[in-house]
């Protein structure tokens, strides 16, 4: 499990997905986005595992589910 603290940024590529750019400017693209989550810039903290996937349409990131998040105070 990794822990990961970065901002939610929506990506406007094919049909459009949310994802999260890490404080190390690393990209993460949570398979199971959760709906609290979901804002543009939200600061967040959270663990992920690996998704596993090994295709997708998006070429974004690497894929990940969430297990455990929390947001964070401006």
């Not at 999260?20 to 903290?45: A, D």
Request: no cysteine; aromatic share 10%.
């Amino acid at each position: 499990m990794k822990s990961v603290k970065g901002s939610v940024a929506y990506q406007n590529i094919g049909p459009g997905f949310w994802g999260i750019i890490g404080q190390n400017g690393k990209e993460y693209r949570p398979v199971n986005m959760p709906n609290q989550l979901k804002y543009e810039g939200k600061e967040v903290s959270i663990k992920v595992v690996p998704a596993g996937e090994e295709m997708s349409v998006f070429m974004w990131g690497e894929a990940v589910k969430i297990v455990a998040f929390e947001t964070m105070m401006p």
